[in-house]
C-alpha cells in the first residue's frame, strides 16, 4: 500500500469505497457528510472492538500497546453489512469489523486533502537538448522547468552542439549567465573538477572528491545564504555506480506537515548548528533545518557531515532528533527520489535551496564538474 496508492473519488450516486494507503486508510462514505475520512491504522486497530472483555464490554488493549507501524494483511468491504474489515499483519491474525456509520461519527479526519510525498518521475524533469534550435533556447527552457519542479536533467547537450563536454562548459556558464543567472565562485574556486584525481581546485578534503558514496545532503548549509544553483555536468561516467539522486525537500516539508504537525514545528523552529572545516576554510551558520518563508523564500539545510552539536533543552533534544528521523525517512526511500546515471554531455542543473542531491559509491574515473549560480 503505497502513499500514491489510487485514491477513488466517488461521484454522487457511488457506493461506499475504500483506499488504502501506507498509513492510513481513506474509507469513502458515498451519500452523507462527510463524503471521506482518513484513518490511522494504529487508530484502527486500536478501536478494534475484538480486543474487549466478553462479559463486560470493556476495552482490555491499551494504546500503549498498538505499535504505530501497525499495518494490515487485508482490508475490505462488506457493502451488505455497510462495514469496513481488516485482517492485521500479526501472529494471531486478528481481524476487525467496523461500521461505516461508526466510522463517519467518530472520523477525526473528515474531509482531509492528501498531500503527496516527493515525486519520482524523472520524465517530468527532464529535456532532450536535440529538440532544441540552440543553447540559448534550451537553457531558458532548463531554468524555467527548475523554477517549476525545482530540478531539470538536460540530455546530451554537448552532442547536440558538436562539442566535447570538456569544451561545453565555458558555453553552458555564459547560456545561463545570459538566462539570468549569476556564477558564483566558493571556496572551492569557479569550477569544481569533481573527480578523484582532482589538482585543480582548493580545500580538496571533502567527499565530493572521493569515490565514496554520498546520501541526500544541500550544498553549503554552513554559508548564510547557501548558493541558490548548481549545475552539475557530466565530463565521464564512472566504470561502476556513481548514479545520481534527488529529492524534493520543499514537496517532503509539506507532507511532514500534513502527517506529522510537532515533527514539522520543531525541524522549522528549533535552530541547529552547521559547520565546515577544512584546510584554508571554516563557516559555522545556526539555523532551522527548515526555513519556510525567507529572503529567497523555503530553504533546506539537510547535511548529515556537517551537522554539528547544537543547543538544545534535554527535553528538547530527543523530540528534534524523532523529527528529524521522519523527514530523513522521508527523503532517503528511494520511492520519493528521481534517481539517474548522467552520461558524458548531460547536466543537470537544480535549486539547492530546493532540492537534497546525493550519489551512490563508483569505481573508475568519474569526472563531474560543478558551477554554483545565484539570481542577478
Not at 457511488?14 to 483506499?19: E, Q
Not at 572545516?277 to 527548515?290: A, T
Request: hydrophobic letters at 35%.
Amino acid at each position: 500500500m503505497s502513499p500514491t496508492s489510487p485514491d477513488p473519488v466517488p461521484g454522487p450516486d457511488t457506493g461506499p469505497s475504500l483506499a488504502p494507503h501506507e498509513g492510513w486508510l481513506r474509507v469513502h462514505f458515498g451519500a452523507g457528510s462527510p463524503s471521506h475520512a482518513d484513518f490511522h491504522w494504529f487508530w484502527l486497530r486500536h478501536q478494534c472492538d475484538v480486543d474487549r472483555h466478553p462479559r463486560t464490554g470493556e476495552r482490555t488493549l491499551d494504546a500503549s500497546e498498538v505499535p504505530l507501524g501497525a499495518r494490515p494483511r487485508s482490508v475490505g468491504l462488506d457493502t451488505q453489512r455497510r462495514r469496513v474489515l481488516v485482517t492485521w499483519d500479526e501472529p494471531s491474525g486478528r481481524q476487525s469489523s467496523y461500521e461505516l456509520e461508526w466510522l463517519r461519527a467518530h472520523a477525526y479526519a473528515p474531509g482531509r486533502v492528501e498531500v503527496p510525498p516527493p515525486p519520482a518521475d524523472a520524465a517530468r524533469v527532464t529535456l532532450e537538448a536535440g529538440r532544441f534550435s540552440d543553447l540559448a533556447a534550451l537553457v531558458e527552457a532548463c531554468v524555467a522547468r527548475v523554477r517549476h519542479e525545482g530540478l531539470c536533467v538536460v540530455r546530451g547537450s554537448s552532442a547536440a552542439w558538436g562539442r566535447s563536454p570538456e569544451d561545453d562548459t565555458e558555453p553552458l556558464i555564459e547560456a545561463f549567465s545570459a538566462a539570468g543567472l549569476s556564477l558564483v565562485g566558493t571556496h572551492f574556486g569557479r569550477v569544481e573538477d569533481l573527480r578523484t584525481d582532482n589538482t585543480t581546485n582548493q580545500n580538496t578534503d571533502q567527499l565530493g572528491y572521493t569515490d565514496a558514496g554520498i546520501d541526500l545532503h544541500t550544498d553549503q548549509p554552513f554559508l548564510d545564504k547557501p548558493p541558490r544553483y548548481q549545475l552539475l555536468q557530466c565530463i565521464r561516467t564512472a566504470d561502476a555506480g556513481g548514479d545520481s539522486f534527488f529529492c524534493d525537500a520543499l514537496a517532503a516539508a509539506r507532507y511532514i506537515a500534513s502527517i506529522d504537525a510537532p515533527a514539522f514545528e520543531r525541524l522549522t523552529t528549533l535552530p541547529v548548528r552547521f559547520h565546515r572545516k577544512q584546510k584554508s576554510f571554516e563557516r559555522v551558520v545556526v539555523s532551522p533545518l527548515l526555513t519556510m518563508a525567507g529572503p529567497s523564500g523555503f530553504l533546506v539545510r539537510y547535511s548529515y557531515f556537517t551537522l554539528a552539536p547544537f543547543e538544545a533543552s534535554f527535553a528538547e533534544m530527543e523530540a528534534w532528533y524523532r523529527a528529524y528521523t521522519r523527514f530523513a525517512e522521508i527523503v532517503r526511500d528511494p520511492r520519493h527520489q528521481v534517481r539517474l546515471r548522467l552520461e558524458p554531455g548531460d547536466f543537470v542543473l537544480y535549486d539547492n535551496h530546493r532540492m537534497l542531491h546525493g550519489r551512490t559509491a563508483f569505481s573508475g574515473a568519474r569526472w563531474l564538474r560543478g558551477i554554483y549560480f545565484d539570481l542577478k
